[in-house]
């Protein structure tokens, strides 16, 4: 594969992700929105396990920024399809863990979360993802 290829396909898999990421939040809401809470005093234990949960990709981001500098490092040289093998399982897994905000978030409509809490939600899974595109200057 070229490195074109290999970018290309990365941008379609981050977006991939990110349907995956919020899409039940958005489905859950629309299905379920409008139903009875089943314990409306669980509602902000979630929204605080959501905005807490944004503090688990800082590990794995750091591990995804090392993995982009050797990346770098690598071009153009024979170790460079195995450091884009590692960019992309580093990338996925931190991808996966910067998807929790919106899934907590939509386990929360279950229990009356508002739409103010679930849309915070929901951007800040959407700010993290941000932080994993693969930056034009890679290749």
Known sequence: MTRGQVKRRLSFNWWQYLALALLPLFMISLLFGQAEPMLSILAMPFFIAGVASMFL??????????????TSKALDTQNEPAAWITLAARRRTALLVAALPAWIGA?????????????????????LFYLYRIPRQLG
């Open 57 to 70: 990709s800082l590990r794995y981001f750091n591990g995804y920024k090392h993995a982009l500098i050797a």
């Open 107 to 127: 386990l929360a409509v279950f229990v009356g979360l508002e739409a103010v809490p679930l849309c915070l939600l929901a951007l800040s899974t959407l700010v």
